[in-house]
């Protein structure tokens, strides 16, 4: 013993395995009491033994324990055993837990097949159990390969429930577990090929139709295994060849197969082979091609002779609720059919459409799969050849209850089109149609005809498309069909959109339009090309452009919807898109304006930062051109909308105006304007705060003239707009406002002084406004253009809140004002003496008197500056506070001397701003349908005959004015008297060598002889005007009044030109 001992540890593979064999003998041939002391020595050696890298050393190892269990009995090793289990279920590496497997059979098969029977239950749980790690299962399954080989033909009886759990540890995610369950189950059948064939074959079998296609392999592998054993041929040879249906079986091993196995059975046994062929896996395609071209002879014999079975196979198949067992079975339906062509399809198509009846959807579903494969394999004439009975076979499925077998059906449609062409198109799709009609049906065959056109779009759309948009349009088919028309929809779109938008717009107003809509945002949201975005443009805005007022509502709802909800990109069309809708803002029609307004709202939400900014310059030309399409009204009715106003186009002018460059902010400020022009103060409400934030910001900064003129006209607007509700804006307005008075441009100065006019008018405090303009006008002593500047402030916020100024500073104004009329600088001079007229409003009874007395009506002064002063100042009072002054009825003689004087004065300005005095009394009389003073009348024609060109223009302007007064307030317009006056006058200016008097002169008779009105009244006067004037003024009007009354009528002159530009 001490010799074995030290020999089962020694180098040599060839010792050890002769000391276990040694060992195993002596425990075989001796007394159990003899051996029984030399146990504890001779175990840890034939441990190690049972764990060797060497094969033979192991199963050396094994017998020996096998020999050892049996001459000592069970109870000599109560610690064996679960070491061999631990080691059997180890994850050191397979060798030990193979030698384990090996060592703990020897032992089971030593106890005998009792103990088997106690043991294989729990090893096949084991075995089947997926929650344990592989290796684990490694373990107990390498039992199914040495358990065989122990107890030989009394393992029979375990062969039936070992082998399922065999393949499937062929389908083990772990590569050693397969290795393992293949060794497993060649070795099964190697030993029970020919004595357990009832017990192999149901399991293969099955698994050759199982989901998990490892298993399916592995079962062609065993079983390729087993009737290589059964046929005496070996399948380890290639079967490479060029054609799949070249063989290398002889009839000598198939009559030894059919011997072994019996008909029916081999019949079985080959079709599923067979339909391995059309696996949808590629190994389980090739392993079943290699053992059938080793097995059978002739395949088409065989296929001939296995038929009936496969055909039973391939039914059972197409009804499963597997898709690979359905698609397995199609496309071996289909090799069939390709095999031996006509003469099976009389005996396939009616199997098939019975099975169409059949109420199981998985069965009817495999039909559809088997005739799409049998079209694809057959020849186009079989196809055309059965035709009349697939037709209505597909037509019935395409209308199916189940879905699946829709969708199967219209696979089996592009197999039939493919085969019939247009006929198919004819007699299938006019089936499905009539079936829309049909409640019962109208669901089934919509979806079918949506699966068609998911597979066959090109050729099913333009064939249904006609149909669908018939009226009354079937929008909901159109809406799903376009979902799955892919590119085919192009070609039809622009069809689509003019039958959606008629039936949409049907359906405004009614419960149905939101389900409507709902079908057109379907249609645009299938739109996936670039070609179609063009389309559903250029279409929605020709719809737009309708002259049914429903039409223009409906495309524009379903241009706001694509707008919105597609994904494509319609830069390239932002341009057209905001002109068109943008002009939609002027329509009357509020279904119209709603959906232009959500539609601009859609496309501005849409476009980032940077395409915001690129689009102000033409959102502001696109608001002009909707400005000029108004009808009557001040305001855009788009713009109007209750809780949404311009909040659609207020983040673009916003971007610009934050963002842009100087140009941009001055476009967006503009663009800003006109919109504000065109918005009501209700409308603007909810924007204010958004619209002066960053107006006020901008201004802050030091941006050029025309930027701040930009945003000061805007803010000017705004004011003018709804002033009241930019009251929480006041301090930082006014002192931005006083800032911007200070600004060098002149152009900034003058808009900030507009804006200032319209800021005092909701002013809480208008005394802090006249103070800082007050001490501005004394601080800026030495800069006569900003201190112009802030005279003429002071004038225009006197016009409008006069009224707001206290007793104090309204006392130190008039000190101001005063105390400078005679200051040499004539723009101060004549700013500060409309400013002095403008006062006049606001001043108290004995205040004003002073004033008047003092700086109006004294004509007594040899200072012609402070005449032109005093000229100017009673110009503006007249034209703006005439009430005021002619309060006090003694004053109205005293003006009319004063006017005169002025009038006939040998300086020109003052002459100037004489007549218009004139022009400013001469205006309130006939408003107040008071005869016209006669020495005023004459004055202005004496001044015709003044030396100065400027002087007579102005004549013809004031005569001009005047004459507008008097056509407005009366149809006969001027008195007859003044007429017979001023005409002559007119005559004479109309003679004049320069172009300005004599042009002025002439526009002013066209309107003094309401000649654009008709020429009644010039034949009225042609014949009282006698001699030499008579025939001049015939000559004038045939000569130059006919011609200049085909012009535009020039615009109309100012006369206040203490109004800065």
């Known amino acids: 013993m001490p010799v074995v001992t030290r020999a089962i540890e020694d180098r040599s593979t060839e010792t050890r395995k002769m000391a276990c064999q040694i060992i195993g003998n002596m425990y075989s041939l001796t007394d159990q009491k003899d051996l029984a002391p030399y146990l504890p020595n001779i175990m840890p050696g034939l441990k190690k033994s049972l764990v060797d890298p060497v094969p033979e050393v192991r199963g050396m190892s094994a017998r020996a324990l096998g020999a050892m269990v049996r001459g000592i009995g069970e109870q000599g090793f109560e610690d064996l055993q679960p070491w061999l289990m631990a ?276 069965k009817r579903q495999g039909v559809c799969i088997g005739l799409s494969e049998i079209m694809k394999s057959t020849s186009r004439d079989h196809v055309i050849g059965y035709s009349d009975s697939l037709i209505p076979t597909v037509a019935k499925a395409l209308s199916d209850s189940e879905g ?21 198109l004819d007699e299938v799709l006019p089936n499905l149609l009539e079936k829309l009609n049909d409640e019962s049906q109208k669901e089934y065959a919509l979806d079918g005809l949506q699966q068609v056109m998911a597979i066959k779009s090109q050729a099913v759309l333009p064939y249904l498309v006609p149909k669908l948009t018939h009226p009354p349009v079937n929008t909901k088919a159109l809406s799903l069909l376009s979902s799955v028309a892919g590119h085919a929809l192009d070609r039809e779109l622009h069809k689509i959109l003019q039958a959606l938008s008629g039936s949409l717009a049907s359906k405004l107003g009614t419960p149905d339009e939101d389900e409507e809509l709902g079908y057109c945002i379907a249609v ?66 509020i279904r119209v304006l709603t959906a232009a307004w959500d539609c601009i709202n859609s496309i501005v939400k849409r476009l980032d930062s940077t395409k915001c900014m690129m689009q102000v310059p033409t959102v502001k030309q696109a608001l002009r051109y909707a400005v000029a399409d108004l009808k009557g009204g001040s305001v855009l009715p788009g713009l109007c909308l209750p809780k949404k106003g311009m909040t659609c186009l207020l983040p673009l002018f916003r971007e610009g105006l934050l963002s842009g460059a100087p140009e941009l902010k001055e476009t967006s400020a503009l663009g800003l304007s006109d919109a504000i022009k065109v918005t009501s103060a209700d409308a603007l409400k909810q924007s204010v705060v958004h619209i002066t934030g960053p107006l006020i910001r901008v201004l802050g900064d030091r941006y050029g003239p025309t930027v701040r003129v930009a945003m000061l006209e805007t803010i000017t607007v705004l004011l003018l707009k709804c002033g009241p509700m930019l009251k929480p804006f006041l301090p930082q307005l006014q002192t931005t406002f006083i800032k911007a008075l200070k600004d060098a441009a002149r152009s900034v100065r003058l808009r900030a002084a507009e804006a200032m006019a319209q800021l005092i008018v909701i002013h809480m405090k208008a005394d802090s406004v006249f103070t800082e303009l007050n001490n501005s006008i004394k601080d800026y002593s030495d800069d006569s253009s900003v201190r112009e500047t802030f005279l003429y402030a002071l004038r225009l916020c006197l016009t409008g809140g006069s009224k707001k100024m206290g007793a104090a500073i ?158 407005h307030c009366s149809q006969e317009g001027l008195e007859e008297s003044v007429s017979k006056i001023w005409i002559p006058t007119l005559i004479t200016g109309a003679k004049e060598k320069n172009s300005a008097v004599k042009a002025s002169s002439e526009y002013a008779l066209i309107t003094l002889l309401q000649l654009r009105k008709s020429d009644d009244c010039y034949k009225k006067y042609l014949p009282i005007i006698d001699g030499p004037k008579g025939e001049l003024l015939l000559e004038t009007y045939n000569k130059n009044l006919k011609r200049l009354l085909k012009l535009a009528e020039p615009k109309e002159e100012v006369l206040d030109v203490t109004l800065l530009k």
């Not at 149901?202 to 392999?217: A, Q, T, V």
């Not at 699946?404 to 198919?424: E, M, P, Q, W």
């Not at 805005?541 to 706001?560: D, H, T, Y």
């Not at 003496?833 to 006049?840: H, R, S, Y």
Request: charged share 25%; with cysteine.
């Open 87 to 362: 080691t059997l279920t180890s994850d050191v590496n397979t060798v030990n837990r193979s030698g384990a497997a090996q060592g703990l059979s020897e032992v089971i098969g030593a106890l005998g097949i009792d103990k088997l029977k106690q043991y294989i239950s729990d090893i096949i749980e084991t075995a089947n159990r997926s929650d344990i790690p592989p290796y684990v299962r490694d373990g107990y399954i390498m039992m199914f390969i040495y358990l065989p080989s122990v107890f030989g033909q009394g393992f029979t009886q375990f062969v039936g429930p070992i082998l399922p759990t065999i393949l499937k540890a062929l389908a083990d995610e772990s590569e050693y577990v397969r290795d393992t369950g293949l060794k497993a189950g060649q070795k099964i059948i190697n030993m029970f090929a020919e004595t357990s064939i009832e017990l192999l074959l149901p399991e293969l079998e099955k698994g050759l139709f199982n989901e998990n296609w490892r298993i399916r392999l592995s079962s062609v592998q065993l079983l390729g295994d087993l009737l290589y054993k059964l046929s005496g041929v070996s399948g380890k040879g290639s079967t490479e060849t060029a054609h799949d249906d070249d063989n290398f079986g002889t009839e000598i091993s198939q009559q030894v197969v059919i011997k072994m196995l019996g008909v029916e059975r081999r019949n079985r046994v080959l079709s599923g082979l067979y339909m391995g062929r059309s696996d949808t896996a590629l190994l389980v395609r090739q392993s079943s091609l290699h053992v059938w071209k080793v097995i059978v002879s002739n395949t088409p014999k065989t296929l001939r002779d296995i038929l009936p079975t496969l055909f039973s196979l391939l039914l059972a198949c197409l009804a499963s609720t597997s898709y690979d067992k359905r698609e397995v079975a199609a496309r071996t339906l289909g090799d069939i059919v390709k095999k031996l062509g006509e003469r099976v399809l009389p005996e396939i198509l009616p199997i098939l459409e019975v099975g169409l009846a059949s109420e199981d959807a998985d």
């Open 404 to 424: 699946s077998v829709r969708s199967a059906a219209a696979k089996t449609f592009d197999s039939l089109h493919a085969n019939i062409g247009l006929r198919a």
């Open 524 to 589: 645009v949201q299938s739109v996936q090309t670039e070609p179609a975005v063009r389309t559903v443009i250029d279409e929605s805005l020709r719809l737009l452009s309708s002259k049914e007022e429903r039409v223009q509502a409906a495309s524009a709802m379903i241009l706001n919807v694509f707008c919105k909800e597609t994904k494509m990109e319609y830069e390239d069309y932002l341009s057209q898109l905001f002109r068109a809708t943008i002009g939609l803002l002027s329509h009357s029609d």
């Open 810 to 967: 309204r006392q130190e104004v008039t000190k101001t004002i005063t105390g400078l009329m005679g200051t040499a600088e004539d723009s101060v001079r004549t700013t500060n003496a409309a400013a002095l007229g403008a006062l006049l409003g606001c001043l108290p009874s004995e205040e004003k008197s002073d004033v008047i007395l003092s700086h109006l009506l004294d004509k007594n002064d040899s200072n012609w500056m402070i005449l032109h002063a005093r000229s100017v100042a009673l110009f503006v009072a007249l034209k703006e506070s005439y009430g005021s002054l002619l309060e006090d009825g003694d004053n109205r003689e005293a003006v009319i001397e004063v006017l005169l004087s002025h009038s006939s004065s040998d300086k020109v300005s003052v002459a100037q701003f004489g007549l218009r005095g004139i022009a400013m009394m001469l205006e309130q009389d006939i408003r107040a349908s008071t005869s016209l003073d006669k020495r005023l009348v004459i004055s202005v024609k004496t001044a015709m005959k003044s030396e100065s060109n400027d002087v007579k223009q102005l004549v013809a302007h004031v005569i001009e004015l005047v004459s507008r007064v008097a056509n």
